[in-house]
T-cell receptor, first 115, second 117 residues
Framework: AQKITQTQPGMFVQEKEAVTLDCTYD???????LFWYKQPSSGEMIFLIY??????QNATEGRYSLNFQKARKSANLVISASQLGDSAMYFC????????????FGGGTRVLVKP | DSGVTQTPKHLITATGQRVTLRCSPR?????VYWYQQSLDQGLQFLIQ???????AKGNILERFSAQQFPDLHSELNLSSLELGDSALYFC????????????????FGPGTRLTVL
């Protein structure tokens, strides 16, 4: 079984500052993938970034980067230079060998960017 | 725009009724996934199809069924609807069924918001 824990239900961040969203996971799989999705108030789920369990480098995509610490089973998302449009729910998810390609999601973190 | 389309965007119906949600995957994607997002259960995987065949099943109720057609679009059928079925239903698509290095990212459609009255 796989489990994702996002301990921060909500947070405020000042515009142009960086914010770190926590994600810890539990899995019995040796190979797995970690994903972050953004869900704005309009409801759609937007893929942000992916990290493979065997990737040696931390993933980066524009203003998004992933702080992956495999031994600690954490995959924190860092958003640099926050913008008002970053206000949304953010979900961490995992897929793994035993689970096929299905995603198991955490409960999400709501981010509100203040001007 | 993810390239995944879902219709309808909103659906309001009564308890006991049956509805069909439709999804068209991104061009070239063979896998379709259905997820349910509700306030009490969060985001949950329901079922996956790959190239017309069922590949994985999650927490899908027996009242729910799905299929993927030869043109790769998928439908999720919900019957004998209950108040608790009210939720946002997402379809996602990806290229493959599984990927050894899990680079097979799932792209989500805009969702269908189902309200059961």
């Amino acid at each position: 079984a796989q489990k994702i824990t996002q301990t921060q239900p909500g947070m405020f961040v000042q515009e142009k500052e960086a914010v770190t969203l926590d994600c810890t996971y539990d899995t019995s799989d040796q190979s797995y993938g970690l994903f972050w999705y953004k869900q704005p108030s309009s409801g759609e789920m937007i893929f942000l970034i992916y990290q493979g369990s065997y990737d040696e480098q931390n993933a980066t995509e524009g203003r998004y980067s992933l702080n992956f610490q495999k031994a600690r089973k954490s995959a924190n998302l860092v958003i640099s230079a926050s913008q008002l449009g970053d206000s949304a729910m953010y979900f961490c998810a995992i897929s793994g060998t035993a689970a096929g390609n299905k995603l198991t999601f955490g409960g999400g973190t709501r981010v509100l960017v203040k001007p | 725009d993810s390239g995944v389309t879902q219709t309808p965007k909103h659906l309001i119906t009564a308890t006991g009724q049956r509805v069909t949600l439709r999804c068209s995957p991104r061009s070239g994607d063979l896998s379709v996934y259905w997820y349910q997002q509700s306030l009490d259960q969060g985001l949950q995987f329901l079922i996956q199809y790959y190239n017309g065949e069922e590949r994985a099943k999650g927490n899908i109720l027996e009242r729910f069924s799905a299929q993927q057609f030869p043109d790769l679009h998928s439908e999720l059928n919900l019957s004998s609807l209950e108040l608790g079925d009210s939720a946002l239903y997402f379809c996602a698509s990806s290229v493959a069924a599984t990927s050894g290095r899990f680079t097979d990212t799932q792209y989500f459609g805009p969702g269908t918001r189902l309200t059961v009255l």
